[in-house]
């Protein structure tokens, strides 16, 4: 018995999407340092869901690939 793991894509784009509407209030405000701090935390969400979403290509190309064979 094969335990599925999942990986979720979609917390860390929604982290990504409230960092950036926070760095832009903050640009709002002229807060810079605080909007760049924003921005690195957006990047960083960002990163995370690429390798979510990697990660999921990486099952669908695999389960593709062992279904073709059957």
């Known amino acids: 018995m094969s335990t599925e ?10 982290m ?10 903050c640009l709002l405000r ?15 969400e960002t990163r995370m869901t ?3 979403v990697k990660h999921m290509k990486e099952q669908h190309d695999a389960l593709r690939k062992q279904t073709q064979t059957v």
Request: aromatic letters at 8%.
């Open 5 to 14: 793991v999942v990986i979720d894509y979609a917390y860390p784009m929604m």
């Open 16 to 25: 990504a999407e409230k960092a950036l509407k926070d760095a832009h209030n």
């Open 30 to 44: 002229k807060d810079f340092d605080e909007a760049i701090e924003q921005l690195l935390v957006a990047a960083t």
């Open 50 to 52: 690429i390798t979510s």
